[in-house]
T-cell receptor, first 112, second 114 residues
Framework: GENVEQHPSTLSVQEGDSAVIKCTYSDSASNYFPWYKQELGKGPQLIIDIRSNVGEKKDQRIAVTLNKTAKHFSLHITETQPEDSAVYFCAARRDGNEKLTFGTGTRLTIIP | NAGVTQTPKFRILKIGQSMTLQCAQDMNHNYMYWYRQDPGMGLKLIYYSVGAGITDKGEVPNGYNVSRSTTEDFPLRLELAAPSQTSVYFC?????????????FGQGTRLTVV
């Protein structure tokens, strides 16, 4: 089955700087890669996703890049703000598979 | 819209007790999932359902049971609680299992077994 590895497990960034979280996946047939943000005491919430026919996708301060050949994808947050502090999860899935496989999460702390 | 609603939010169980974690969604989603979240371990799939009357095992189903008698509800049953089941449990739903369909999560149930 699919295996998703996520790094780093914790990340502290000065407010205003950029943060990058990286994930690798094992199943070359995976074609959908969402990122979820989990705030304290809440369930994960989708913030951005990308399909394998696209190399990059942006939404304001958030971007995701995908390298299919190397089987890795990354989340980039620019101009970080205190409200970006949360746990971030990457995930992977392929068509025909009902299940998302999640990474182990990254706790991002923005230092004011 | 309520989205995905889980009850209770917190529960303490004694070893050997049983309980049912409730999950309901009002989005008419076909697919529903139960995950457990342990520190540093991400989200592990316990059971999932692709529609009423259909359930299937995920990665870590032992010690749990589910049922899906309606589209809206997907309860998770613990029959003989064990300390290893101490975790945060999340229910999720999606319109379909197609790869680009967003999954919506509930707020979680924090369960402690003592």
């Amino acid at each position: 089955g699919e295996n998703v590895e996520q790094h780093p497990s914790t990340l502290s960034v000065q407010e205003g700087d950029s943060a990058v979280i990286k994930c690798t996946y094992s199943d070359s047939a995976s074609n959908y890669f969402p990122w979820y943000k989990q705030e304290l005491g809440k369930g994960p919430q989708l913030i951005i996703d990308i399909r394998s026919n696209v190399g990059e996708k942006k939404d304001q301060r958030i971007a995701v890049t995908l390298n299919k050949t190397a089987k890795h994808f990354s989340l980039h947050i620019t101009e970080t703000q205190p409200e970006d502090s949360a746990v971030y999860f990457c995930a992977a899935r392929r068509d025909g598979n009902e299940k998302l496989t999640f990474g182990t999460g990254t706790r991002l702390t923005i230092i004011p | 819209n309520a989205g995905v609603t889980q009850t209770p939010k917190f529960r303490i169980l004694k070893i050997g007790q049983s309980m049912t974690l409730q999950c309901a969604q009002d989005m008419n989603h076909n697919y529903m999932y139960w995950y457990r979240q342990d520190p540093g371990m991400g989200l592990k799939l316990i059971y999932y359902s692709v529609g009423a009357g259909i359930t299937d095992k995920g990665e870590v189903p032992n010690g749990y049971n589910v049922s899906r008698s309606t589209t809206e509800d997907f309860p998770l049953r613990l029959e003989l609680a064990a300390p290893s089941q101490t975790s945060v449990y999340f229910c999720a739903s999606s319109y379909s299992g197609r790869s680009n369909t967003e999954a919506f999560f509930g707020q979680g149930t924090r369960l402690t077994v003592v």
